[in-house]
């Protein structure tokens, strides 16, 4: 049995804690060995929302298998945020000493700086709060525009609905894709986000909608958009024909399939390229054959909606690796 202890400081986000707790607690009734446990420095602890939570003031006995989260609070700045007793602190520091995992959410992500958790380590939180955490822990290294990241069993998140993704990946990752995806689907979480999506990545801009179909090839190509995925394949998945998939495609997201597909490749290319990767690495890495393919989509707005498809550009689109639509055989 993993234990996931949640630490309740006062003026916490109620989605902080509700969001990872939702996800291993939907996991627990699908059968997977979690028990959650709620502590806190008081047995009651108010929320930034006004809602009084319990919580035990005793630890329960962890082992290297077991989980610490601290949801963020809600205050503008880490400055005002909760300063826990130093045996708190020390509690934090020895689990993860002892091989646990401690995992923030948001803000949170100051209280493990203070256990001294975040120095010489990758992190990251909200992006209004990024710059002012590098300055408290010039040790630490932030991530500028990613949801989550993982370092030596040191994980944090950007906050609110990044704790529910980060909390995802740690089911797959303990128990496999398959046991996530299961999860997400019964908490109705649409797009399962990787920790390197932005912050305002175009995978959020365009889920705005309630067609089935095109979340379900939307999370085909969120998963894999580095890879040619052809129309036909795409929608046989999705449960509709290509003509119907790229018709409805359109109508939600105002894009085609395909140049959803160029967003995702251009903006993970440019996240690498602004951590020193050349335009030529980065293509490759997207799935581009060289890094023409990639100046020529930059130069042009792949994001701008698409006000109609032709009808013989419905059956001809293909999300491909080559970047351009070609004929289906």
């Known amino acids: 049995m993993v234990k996931v202890v949640f630490l309740l400081l006062p003026g916490l986000h109620l989605l902080d804690l509700a969001g990872p707790a939702q996800v291993f607690s939907t996991a627990a009734d699908f059968g997977y060995a979690y028990e959650l446990a709620y502590v806190g420095e008081q047995a009651q602890v108010p929320s930034a929302q006004g809602v009084r939570l319990g919580a035990e003031t005793t630890w329960p006995e962890l082992t290297a298998e077991d989980l610490v989260f601290v949801p963020g609070c809600g205050l503008p700045e880490l400055a005002a945020g909760p300063r826990p007793a130093r045996a708190t602190l020390d509690l934090l520091a020895a689990h993860h000493a002892a091989g646990g995992t401690v995992a923030s959410v948001c803000s949170g992500a100051d209280v493990l700086g203070q256990a001294g958790l975040l120095d010489h380590r990758r992190c990251t939180t909200h992006h209004d709060l990024r710059d002012e955490l590098a300055r408290r822990y ?190 289906s055989r």
């Open 138 to 327: 010039p040790l630490a290294r932030v991530e500028r525009d990613v949801l989550y990241v993982l370092d030596a069993r040191v994980v944090t998140s950007a906050g609110i609905a990044s704790g529910i993704d980060l909390a995802l990946h740690l089911v797959a990752t303990r128990h496999g894709p398959a046991a996530a995806a299961k999860v997400a689907r019964d908490m109705v979480v649409y797009a399962r986000r990787t920790g390197e999506a932005s912050q305002t990545s175009a995978m959020l801009r365009h889920r705005w909608h309630l067609r089935d179909a095109v979340h379900r090839a939307q999370d085909l190509i969120d998963s894999g958009f580095c890879e040619p995925l052809p129309l036909e394949d795409l929608a046989a998945a999705s449960g509709v024909s290509a003509r119907t998939l790229t018709r409805q495609f359109v109508e939600s997201t105002g894009l085609t399939p395909l140049r959803y597909q160029q967003t995702l490749r251009i903006e993970r290319a440019e996240h690498l390229m602004s951590h020193g990767a050349t335009a030529q690495a980065a293509a490759h890495a997207v799935g581009f054959t060289d890094a023409r393919m990639l100046r020529r989509l930059r130069s042009r707005k792949d994001d701008a909606p698409v006000a109609s498809v032709p009808k013989s550009d419905i059956t001809m689109l293909d999300v491909s690796g080559a970047g351009g639509p070609r004929r």
